[in-house]
């Protein structure tokens, strides 16, 4: 309870084999210039004002979650409460994105207090390829292509595309959940594709 109170609740998005942390798209450093721009992926976010995400429970709670990063027990507030959900998963920023170096820090740190646990984090955020040599290994961060069909940047080891064909993303096929497939997580698989959603 003490844990939910600073850094409030996880967020479980349905598709996943496990939770997430989800804050405002409407926050995003990047993104939110990206939105403006026609044929980007951020110009259709599903994040920023479709489905569950414009239901205001769900958008108070990305705000308090936001609202708490600067806390100065969110580390030991969010490692407390991943590790208590014994999941083998973990996903950062089903919506919104990593906002500046502190940030990041703190999820890396948050990642070494979980050794159990795989972390992914999907990111826009250019700047944080200069800090990929500091982060844990049982974190995977996928530099996500800004515009769809655009070809992934070979100087990430890993990163994900939005593809208009061919996704290597099974999700779509399978009821719009991961099921047995961790691509994500994997930091083998170089490039993920999904299908524009």
Known sequence: KEAEAIAHTLSKPGKMPGFAYSTPAHECKTGTKLRAVAGSVCANCYAYKRGRYRFQNVIDAQYKRFRSLTHPKWVEAMA?????????????????????????????????????????????EAWVKAFLSLKPANLVIRFSSPMVDQPAPASWPNTSTVVLSGPSCPAPKQGNECKDCRACWDPAVKNVAYGQH
């Open 80 to 124: 407390a409460q991943i590790n208590s959900k014994k999941v083998k998963y973990f996903r950062w920023h089903d919506s919104g994105d990593v906002q500046n170096l502190d940030h990041l820090r703190r999820i890396y740190e948050v990642c070494r207090l979980t050794p159990s646990v795989k972390h992914w984090m999907p990111t826009r």
